[in-house]
């Protein structure tokens, strides 16, 4: 009971922290003043949901094929647009326009649902969000990599193995994501996620092209309305194999879509009025018919100009020399991306923990002591020493966490389906009727309730094929080499 009472003192006291870098206040809960706009809160969710991942989606449609392939991505796309707009409501407590503001997901599930569920809620929601900054880690060596190979292709011939290691590049990745993760909270990486953002369309709209390019190229469609056929594409594909590999392409659809995990923190950052509701559904509506758009386009193009022979990543399906130069700024803006990405995911991260430990030692000087830094021209940087330290523990675990497991993406994409039904279907559902008061057994009731029954199955069936991934990788297993 003492150890229960103690963790909700922890949450509860969360509220009257004050942010760290910052003398601005607003709403009377010790927060830093909020600025965002429906721009700022398009960018961070175009920067989360947009990801890497958009390359695998050429592959996850030839493995469903013409049918469903491009019914699963509508399909998640409305799931997401829906059920985002659900949880944007329980941002407040009651009212949705005027209630007691809750500043992360776990404070809505706590203030709506209580109990067991806040502890389920903020152990799925780290997880993905640490699982995230390891997926991140891994995809951007993968690029620079790409970046390395090409030169040495272009350099030293096609024959050369070009042989290049993914440590270094993790490393380096690492020391950037070191030193960025010093911005002090979530309201101060806008710029990040504006410049994420627009890579994230610079090398979307390159893989595009380069699969219309490729498609002109064949003078035909490829493809088949049931996707890869057994025992004709990439070696022998035996019936099992095609139906794993289907069920993994769901989990790799899921993982494309998942913002939800940081809607809240997203939307705890829009200044009001107009309420951040209203704001939150402009934003998110916007985003998501942005991002459908994409993933729809390049999704299909690639499939058309690969077929059966989609790669994982779209841009590796193009060979070394077509053209290599439009293959590298694609890579680089993935780089760039991906770094924006990382921050936008583990900052909530960042700021639970911090809070934690302000709430369980308030008198600690290491902990909560701000140490103002001048800057010439700015406003001086308050350095935290208990941030600079925590902080730099974590970035440096995911980096040697990424360098042991380089397939560690399969085990992302796990947790990118098991995090899809609660995160972005359950929590908002039940937090939805909870504070509309929706009757049990009502049709309302009995529609919310196939709803997360069947993205609950969908969620299970995308882990299942994830896991054997998971599996195939295991057999040749190395650490610390790929």
């Known amino acids: 009971m003492a150890r229960e009472n103690r963790d909700s003192i922890a949450i509860d006291l969360s509220m009257d922290v004050p942010p760290a870098g910052g003398s601005r206040y607003i709403d009377g809960d010790c927060r830093q003043e909020r600025t965002g706009t429906v721009w700022t809160a398009s960018a961070h ?14 592959w996850a449609t030839a493995q469903l094929g013409w049918v469903a392939g491009p019914v699963m991505l509508l399909f998640f796309s409305l799931v997401t647009c829906f059920n985002s707009l659900l949880l944007a409501t329980a941002y407040r407590a009651g009212d949705r326009h005027a209630g007691k503001r809750n500043h992360s997901y776990m404070e809505a599930v706590r203030a709506h649902l209580g109990g067991f569920q806040v502890k389920a809620c903020g152990t799925v929601q780290y997880l993905n969000m640490f699982g995230a900054a390891v997926g991140y880690t891994i995809a951007s060596a993968l690029s620079m990599m790409a970046i390395k190979r090409q030169y040495c292709y272009n350099t030293k011939g096609k024959d050369n193995p070009c042989i290049v290691s993914s440590n270094p590049f993790m490393i380096a990745f690492g020391v950037l994501e070191l030193i960025l993760s010093q911005i002090p909270n979530f309201h101060q990486i806008w710029w990040l996620s504006i410049v994420a953002a627009a890579m994230s369309f610079t090398y979307s709209t390159i893989g595009l092209i380069l699969g219309i390019s ?50 809240i923190e997203i939307q705890d950052t829009i200044k009001s009025p107009p309420s951040e509701y209203k704001t939150m559904r402009k934003a998110t509506t916007l985003s998501i018919i942005v991002t459908t758009v994409f993933y729809m386009s390049c999704a ?103 360098m042991a497991l380089p397939f560690f993406t399969d085990i992302v994409g796990i947790l990118g389906a098991l995090g899809f039904w609660p995160l972005t279907v359950y929590f908002p559902v039940e937090m939805y009727i909870v504070q509309n008061r929706i009757p049990k057994w009502s049709l309302r009731w009995i529609g919310f309730q196939i709803l997360s029954v069947a993205c609950l199955l969908v969620s299970l069936a995308a882990a299942a094929g994830s896991i054997a991934g998971v599996a195939a990788h295991l057999k040749v297993y190395k650490p610390f080499k790929s």
């Not at 070696?235 to 939800?260: C, D, P």
């Open 45 to 58: 969710i175009i920067t989360a949901v947009i990801g890497s991942g958009v390359l695998s989606l050429a």
């Open 214 to 263: 490729k498609l002109a190229e064949n003078g035909k469609i490829k493809g088949s309305l049931t996707g890869v056929t057994v025992g004709a594409a990439l070696g022998e594909v035996t019936q099992a194999t095609k139906i794993w590999r289907s069920f993994q392409a769901l989990g790799a659809i899921a993982f494309a879509y998942s913002f939800s995990l940081v809607l």
């Open 300 to 402: 299909c193009f690639g499939y058309a100009a690969f077929g059966d022979q989609a790669p994982g990543n779209l841009l590796t399906g193009f060979g070394h020399f077509h053209p290599s130069w439009l293959i590298d700024i694609a890579n680089a803006a993935i780089i760039i991306h991906l770094v924006g990405a990382y921050q936008v995911f583990v900052q909530p991260l960042f700021a639970f923990v911090e809070r934690t430990a302000t709430a369980w030692f308030p008198e600690s000087q290491f902990i909560n002591k701000e140490i103002p830094i001048p800057i010439p021209g700015y406003e001086p940087y308050m350095l935290n020493l208990f941030r600079l330290v925590w902080r730099s523990i974590f970035v440096v675990i995911v980096t040697v966490i990424s």
